[in-house]
């Protein structure tokens, strides 16, 4: 079993609709990152969490320690956000990553 | 600054060929890793690096070593290349400080035939 785990694995939506994407881990953690790879494969840290909720435009990130389990959500979504959204831990000083939420967005 | 730049972009080897894969950042940051990703996998660790002079294994090094002798530059070398190390390759920066944001390179697609 991996330590980090994403559902779904792949994911379609249409232009608008509320997007959820879930991590769940089994390490202990210091914190959460929340990363975007881009269909040309550049990848851009869009959040680091520890505890609690962070906004970012249409982008919110979520975080509940106890559980072990993380939700990043997409408001009104548009097809400039197809990619691949990856979750990854941090244990000690380095990352543990999921293997990523592929969105497509239609117009 | 232009971050964390990595050459070449694309490279196709055959069996048994050495190489080197380049990355340089200009940010000063202490901690440098270097990642590869396979499909339908997560990245994997290789090699790290929490300074110049200091460099230590991460979960996949067999067939990489690595060198660190500046703060900018972190290059990773492939000796003996394997079909098995077709990947793209990722080298990431880090202050190593809050928030531990790490900054990604554009990747290099090595192709082992």
């Known amino acids: 079993k991996n330590e980090v785990e994403q559902s779904p694995q792949n994911l379609t939506a249409q232009e608008g609709e509320f997007i959820t994407i879930n991590c769940s881990y089994s390490v202990g953690i210091s914190a959460l990152h929340w990363l975007q790879q881009h269909p040309g494969g550049g990848i851009v840290s869009l959040f680091m969490?520890?505890?609690g909720k962070k906004k970012h435009g249409r982008l919110i990130a979520t975080i509940n320690i106890q559980e072990k389990h993380s939700s990043l959500h997409i408001t009104a979504s548009h097809p400039r956000d197809s990619a691949v959204y990856i979750c990854a831990v941090r244990s000690t000083d380095k990352l543990i990553f999921g293997t990523g939420t592929r969105l497509q967005v239609f117009p | 600054n232009a971050g964390v730049t990595q050459t070449p972009k694309f490279r196709i080897l055959k069996i048994g060929q050495s190489m080197t894969l380049q990355c340089t950042q200009d940010m000063n940051h202490n901690y440098m890793y270097w990642y590869r990703q396979d499909p339908g996998m997560g990245l994997k660790l290789i090699y790290y690096s929490v300074g110049a002079g200091i460099t230590d294994k991460g979960e996949v090094p067999n067939g990489y070593n690595v060198s660190r002798s500046t703060t900018e530059d972190f290059p990773l070398r492939l000796e003996l290349a394997a079909p098995s190390q077709t990947s793209v390759y990722f080298c990431?920066?880090?202050?190593?400080?809050?928030?531990?944001?790490?900054?990604f390179g554009p990747g290099t697609r090595l192709t082992v035939t």
């Open positions: 990431a920066s880090s202050s190593g400080t809050v928030p531990y944001e790490q900054y």
């Open positions: 969490l520890s505890s």
